[in-house]
DNA sequence: GACTTTTAAATGTCTGACAAATGAAAATTG
DNA sequence: CAATTTTCATTTGTCAGACATTTAAAAGTC
């Protein structure tokens, strides 16, 4: 654990990217704990205040954690999947809004992705999943349901027909593009959406991954894809009008 | 931007939720540059110390920027598409390494993504795109390349398939699949594979793009993807005997 | 007007101090 | 002796003040 003592600027950088190294290279290991603040500042010779820096950063990434007291100290954090997912979701968010990502460019990637999984939700989609799948197609179909709660039922929808492949990797992979991109999509279309459609999709997706129609499942999802697309196609076309 | 006086512990912690929020809700804007560290620390009531942790945690995220000098501060920064993709390999491979994930779920997930890709790099994939997978898959054949550079090659081979399709979003979705779980992949079956195979392989996926051939793409990445997780079965029982 | 110097503002770093939490050891008590 | 309470050392969290360094704008100089 060295740093370099000629690039004088952005210390706590260095001894963030230090630890950091040891803990993806694996010489640290999940809960091993890190010298105390006073050790590790005399280590890379520099004062507390620093490496209590480089410690924050660390934390920002949920790569430590840190507990006060006498047994306290900086551990390595076992990095879960609610943490990997919220900060997927983040991270997805504002490269979406930061970058004037295009409806087509985003729409496209998550119903590729969503797809990517329809062949495995068919096959292990179990009991519950379809439940929470059909309550949230139901709750959709309420009348005084707001638009910011249809999209939230929305999100919790796709959720479930994600997490049936039953594959965690795939769910924190996808965590973003449906969290994220979903509500950009419902607050382009929502002033020219159909309710009905979309409920009807909903409902013909569900009835797919429970007879394990793997091609039904995947047609219903491009169906929904290309029909999304189209109502952003006519918000755009009566914009431009406007 | 106000913090809770209540819950004296973590203030930093609060501090940074603050300004993250006004990021992600918009009320604060690329480039906007924050108050300095100083009024800062008048605003929430804390000292500079706290202000600088903080601050150093959204750099951590990339959420911010700072520079030095007269004119200089925090700024909002614009999250690019590289420093996303870095994020996004750095959490993945600890996600992957922390939480004991089976081969298997991995190698699943890493192929369903990629055959998401597949039907759209066969009908936008460039000159580029192809000549950068056919260099790669000759590099392969080359018998003197160590494993780390053959597994290197194997990485930019399929992060070229993956660019092919065009679509930036999906690049950076996969960038986690691919580099986090690539290497993996190598690290596991490369005393049991046959380069040979996999070059033949990578190989046909190239003429299958350059024919613009989706289902011929498709399904050799399939052929791939239960080459790869024959190899690791063999390897696993390899293990037990042993 | 072009160049140099000064200056002010901002971040980066250091030092020293105290508060608060926390578990372990020591002291007390029944 | 066992159970409880107290003390204590360790560690993180926070604060205040100081100085160094960088930077661009303002002031001065030729």
Known sequence: M?????SPADLSAQIAKSIRDAIVSGTL???DRLPSEAELAEQFEVSRSTVREALKRLGAQSLIRTQRGATGGAFVNKLTYPEAYGQQITTAT?????????????CEARYALERACA????????????ATMRAEAHRQAQPGLTDEAFCASDVAFHRALVDAAGNPVLSYQLAGAVEAMQPLMNMITFTARSRETIVALHGAIADALDAQNAEETDAKLAELASYTNALAQSVFAARQKA
Do not use: E, Y
Request: glycine letters at 0%.
């Open 119 to 130: 062949p495995l939700s068919a096959q292990r989609r179990t009991a519950d999943h379809l």
């Open 2 to 6: 060295k740093i370099d003592p000629d």
């Open 29 to 31: 290991r999940v809960d």
């Open 94 to 106: 504002l490269l979406l809004s930061m970058n004037a990502v295009s409806f087509t460019t985003a």
